[in-house]
């Protein structure tokens, strides 16, 4: 039998799941290795951020300087360049009760150079603030979307 944190818990799941972008990183490179940054937050319902007893993780310093950082320390692989390799690049983690990080999996690959340096920056994050229920640190996976593009 399932209790009320188990519910809240796994409706809290399935509602990240169902707006599973938390924003749409795009990182374009030029040819001449000059990079440009566009972040674009999809919060389309900032409810999902409280659903009654349960809080989603967050980045301890906001999420557009956590996007802002991963774009910024994302080094575009010279390989993946040199192939002309865009499009998307999906990592899950768990941000657990201790406010770490782990589990780190790519979810949609795009080019072994790029979800390795996709990961890698992500890992770099440090500590989130971790979900919780009833005041009550619980783990939680997120996924966040790289979107690759080469101008």
Known sequence: MKTRNHVLREFAIIAVSITAIIAT???????DNVIKINVQEENESSHLKSLGDTILPKFVNGDSLAYIYIVTNYEYPESAKNQNIEGEIIVRFTVNADSTLSNFTVLKSLFKDCDDEAVSVIQGLGKM???????TPISFNICIPITLELD
């Open 129 to 135: 603030i971790p979900a919780s229920i009833n005041d």
């Open 25 to 31: 990183i795009t990182t374009s490179c030029k040819k």
